[in-house]
């Protein structure tokens, strides 16, 4: 009987063997890593900044918009306040990139097995490589990602939030994420880290989708254009050969698709997981917050700090998956 790992190993369309799966999850694993940390340094500002706009009061804000809350934190709290909370995010974007980029590549392995694409006559093809995954096959394939890293990413995101705002609402309880992880532990156990889970199942499966599809497509875009100005017919254009600019435009696009698109459902999960309900009392449930935002700021409540998510996504995301790309195309075996 052959082992795990030897029916890992797969062939080629051209009937050479290929590395196995198991190492081709463990460079995903690190260049994910790699990636997401790299991202996360660059984006964490903006990112506080988001939080904060997102947290205020809905009847009082203390900020007039992005600017104001980005002033007033250098003012009271110098630049370090803007990377309050950073080393459990940095944790948590390895873990989420690394898991994001293994299960979008397993989750594609599936599919294609399950249903295998059809090779067409517009599909243009090197002698070595397999057809390509339709979009809505790539977009389902980031969804499921998506919904898989949320178990990872709401306790991380929690800290985060919880970190990033008490000096706003001032107060000192929580000396760092390690004092901030003992006592929510010691008030709700285990489950006091997952207040805000499903917000956030929602936002990553929907925006995941989003992300991976924006990034697809314009990558696709980009190597049909190129394809279509090469004079020889010979020469295929594939991911390989873009270059780290289209790279990055293809994360920036990817990026700000991801943001925009459930960012309502982010504000709500930001208020859940900075909301102090105490041992005994009762949270509020996602359509109680929903009403107050609602009723206290309309519409717009819901897109406080989107203009400010919209610009920290674009350059992030172009370093993560310009990042992911060329690790994987130097250093990777497939």
């Known amino acids: 009987m052959e082992s795990p790992l030897e029916l890992q190993n797969y062939v080629d369309v051209t009937g050479k063997p290929k590395v196995s799966n198991f190492r081709l999850q463990i460079e995903d694993l690190a260049f994910g890593s790699i990636a997401g940390m790299i991202g996360k340094i660059v984006e964490y500002p903006f990112d506080t900044v988001k939080v904060r706009l997102q947290t205020q009061s809905v009847e009082n804000p203390l900020f007039k918009g992005p600017m104001d809350c980005l002033k007033a934190t250098m003012k009271d709290e110098g630049f370090k306040g803007l990377f309050k909370g950073m080393s459990s995010p940095i944790v ?22 399950i249903s295998p694409p059809i090779h067409t006559s517009t599909t243009v093809l090197d002698d070595n490589e ?45 000396s760092g994420p390690v004092d901030l992880i003992k006592q929510t532990y010691r008030a709700k156990g285990f489950s006091g880290f997952y207040r805000g889970f499903m917000p956030t199942f929602v936002r990553e499966t929907g925006a995941s989708a989003f992300w991976f599809g924006a990034y697809e497509y314009t990558c696709a875009a980009l190597i049909k254009r190129r394809q279509n100005s090469v004079l020889d017919n010979t020469t295929i254009i594939s991911k390989k050969d873009l270059t780290a600019p289209e790279l990055m435009l293809g994360g920036a696009m990817g990026g700000i698709a991801y943001n925009i698109s459930f960012f309502p459902v982010d504000v709500v999960k930001s208020r859940m997981q900075i909301e102090e309900g105490g041992i005994h009392a009762k949270y509020k449930s996602f359509t109680h917050i929903s009403k107050e935002i609602y009723a206290g700021a309309g519409i717009k409540g819901f897109y406080r700090g989107c203009a400010m998510t919209a610009a920290k996504s674009a350059p992030a995301n172009a370093i993560i998956f310009m990042t992911y790309e060329l690790l994987t195309r130097y250093l990777g075996s497939s």
């Open 92 to 113: 948590g974007a390895m873990l989420e990139n690394a898991i994001l980029f293994v299960g979008y590549r397993q989750i594609q392995r599936q599919i294609r097995e």
């Open 130 to 174: 397999e057809v390509p995954l339709t979009l809505n096959q790539l977009v389902l394939a980031g969804a499921i990602a998506g919904s898989v890293v949320s178990v990872i990413l709401t306790p991380v995101e929690l800290i985060k939030c919880k970190l990033q705002v008490q000096h706003m609402l001032g107060s000192t309880q929580f």
